[in-house]
């Protein structure tokens, strides 16, 4: 037990003070994280949207991902990781609020939209500011510090998300309003005056070699591209978790929005607790690649077993998997992405690397959405579980080239 808990402790050390309360006002803004997780019911349940066109308007916040993480990326090295961070903070309340007026799937698609190009802009900020105050050594970790916090704020939302949405879906609206506007608050009151650190001691020598490679534009960088497409492709597959995911616990397991919100509050907790440990250990016992490739596979076998009988156990089991593989590979990709960039060209590796993530958003519904209707969930899961197969063999061939 005193060995558990010494390795759990060693796990935070070398953190520092920007990086708990980057994790902290991120614990805040995910706390509310209630619309993301129930779109899809809510669209089908209260808004009686057909599938398809569920499947359309969840593809829209994967447009804008897809723009907002460039935009992110750009913007972070033009005008500081500051003030896009709060101002993403700011604008998403006055959205979250009319989007819950929205009712017909052409205004609904729009104001998703919308929603996910702000969102998603604040995210290369985000990775920029974390590196900005994290040293070489620490980064993994302050990354993963960061997901943990997004993950118990993830445990949260869903969980009160449910409980809101058993008396209106238009309580998860103002609820993910009140929680941006708090993150904002907290972010401009710690954050206004603090600056990243420029410490030249703590920032490893680069060779000529180094420089003429990695000062190159992301969009000219191969081997990163590659990278970043087998990114995408991972997470076509996680990303089922937001959208076809809790369709299925709806539609063959007949599960409440109260017993949803659980399981996807279970998986918040599960992160929480085992991240940082877990990474903690797999830096020392695993190469990058190791993780990023165990962390696939897992996602592939997550799903997979979703096409056995079994109710509840085996729902949480799944889930339980999927929470490793998002462990095991998600902060080492950030890792990859920030090591492979040079000063000044930070924000559109980032940048780079949420957009394999936001164009997943675009596809991971619209795919997943027509596959289970067209031929079942169980036919969903075995693909995924195969393009997870092919995604780990790429990473194994083009990671240790990184």
Same mark, same amino acid.
């Given at each position: 037990?005193?060995?558990?808990?010494?390795?759990?402790?060693?796990?935070?050390?070398?953190?520092?003070?920007?990086?708990? *309360?980057?994790?902290?006002?991120?614990?805040?803004?995910?706390?509310?994280?209630?619309?993301?997780?129930?779109?899809?019911?809510?669209?089908?349940?209260?808004?009686?949207?057909?599938?398809?066109?569920?499947?359309?308007?969840?593809?829209?916040?994967?447009?804008?991902?897809?723009?907002?993480?460039?935009?992110?990326?750009?913007?972070?090295?033009?005008?500081?990781?500051?003030?896009?961070?709060?101002?993403?903070?700011?604008?998403?309340?006055?959205?979250?609020?009319?989007?819950?007026?929205?009712?017909?799937?052409?205004?609904?698609?729009?104001?998703?939209?919308?929603?996910?190009? !702000?969102?998603?802009?604040?995210?290369?900020?985000?990775?920029?500011?974390?590196?900005?105050?994290?040293?070489?050594?620490?980064?993994?970790?302050?990354?993963?510090?960061?997901?943990?916090?997004?993950?118990?704020?993830?445990?949260?939302?869903?969980?009160?998300?449910?409980?809101?949405?058993?008396?209106?879906? &238009?309580?998860?609206?103002?609820?993910?309003?009140?929680?941006?506007?708090?993150?904002?608050?907290?972010?401009?009151?710690?954050?206004?005056?603090?600056?990243?650190?420029?410490?030249?001691?703590?920032?490893?020598?680069?060779?000529?070699?180094?420089?003429?490679?990695?000062? !190159?534009?992301?969009?000219?960088?191969?081997?990163?591209?590659?990278?970043? !497409?087998?990114?995408?492709?991972?997470?076509?597959?996680?990303?089922?978790?937001?959208?076809?995911?809790?369709?299925?616990?709806?539609?063959?397991?007949?599960?409440?929005?109260?017993?949803?919100?659980?399981?996807?509050?279970?998986?918040?907790?599960?992160?929480?607790?085992?991240?940082?440990?877990?990474?903690?250990?797999?830096?020392?016992?695993?190469?990058?690649?190791?993780?990023?490739?165990?962390?696939?596979?897992?996602?592939?076998?997550?799903?997979?077993?979703?096409?056995?009988?079994? &109710?509840?156990?085996?729902?949480?089991?799944? *889930?339980?998997?999927?929470?490793?593989?998002?462990?095991?590979?998600?902060?080492?990709?950030?890792?990859?992405?920030?090591?492979?960039?040079?000063?000044?060209?930070?924000?559109?590796?980032?940048?780079?690397?949420?957009?394999?993530?936001?164009?997943?958003?675009?596809?991971?519904?619209?795919?997943?959405?027509?596959?289970?209707?067209?031929?079942?969930?169980? !036919?969903?899961?075995?693909?995924?579980?195969?393009?997870?197969?092919?995604?780990?063999?790429?990473?194994?061939?083009?990671?240790?080239?990184?």
């Amino acid at each position: 037990m005193k060995a558990l808990l010494h390795l759990y402790l060693n796990s935070y050390r070398g953190l520092t003070k920007p990086a708990w *309360m980057l994790a902290l006002i991120m614990l805040i803004n995910r706390s509310g994280a209630m619309v993301i997780p129930f779109l899809g019911i809510y669209m089908t349940q209260s808004l009686h949207f057909n599938i398809k066109d569920t499947g359309t308007v969840l593809s829209c916040f994967g447009v804008g991902a897809v723009l907002g993480s460039w935009l992110g990326g750009w913007l972070s090295d033009k005008v500081g990781h500051f003030t896009i961070q709060l101002s993403c903070l700011l604008l998403c309340i006055p959205v979250f609020c009319i989007l819950s007026e929205l009712t017909n799937p052409l205004s609904l698609s729009v104001g998703v939209f919308t929603l996910s190009l !702000i969102t998603e802009t604040f995210r290369p900020a985000n990775s920029v500011s974390i590196a900005s105050y994290s040293s070489p050594e620490s980064i993994t970790k302050a990354f993963s510090l960061n997901r943990m916090a997004m993950n118990l704020g993830f445990s949260i939302g869903p969980a009160l998300g449910g409980f809101l949405a058993a008396f209106s879906y &238009h309580w998860l609206f103002y609820g993910n309003a009140i929680t941006s506007g708090a993150a904002g608050f907290a972010f401009y009151m710690f954050f206004r005056k603090r600056r990243g650190n420029t410490d030249k001691k703590n920032v490893p020598k680069k060779t000529d070699a180094d420089v003429s490679i990695r000062s !190159i534009s992301p969009w000219r960088d191969g081997k990163f591209l590659v990278f970043t !497409i087998l990114c995408c492709f991972y997470s076509i597959c996680f990303f089922q978790l937001l959208n076809t995911l809790p369709l299925f616990y709806r539609e063959a397991h007949h599960l409440s929005e109260w017993d949803i919100g659980l399981i996807l509050a279970y998986s918040g907790l599960v992160v929480f607790s085992l991240e940082m440990p877990l990474v903690h250990i797999a830096a020392k016992r695993l190469s990058t690649s190791a993780s990023i490739i165990l962390g696939t596979v897992l996602c592939g076998a997550s799903f997979s077993i979703l096409t056995f009988p079994g &109710h509840l156990p085996l729902l949480y089991f799944s *889930m339980f998997l999927l929470c490793l593989s998002e462990i095991l590979a998600m902060p080492f990709m950030a890792t990859v992405t920030m090591k492979r960039a040079s000063e000044g060209r930070q924000g559109a590796y980032m940048g780079m690397n949420s957009l394999s993530f936001s164009a997943a958003h675009i596809l991971s519904p619209f795919l997943g959405t027509r596959i289970a209707d067209h031929f079942g969930f169980n !036919i969903l899961w075995i693909s995924t579980g195969i393009l997870t197969i092919i995604t780990a063999l790429g990473f194994w061939m083009i990671v240790k080239k990184l």
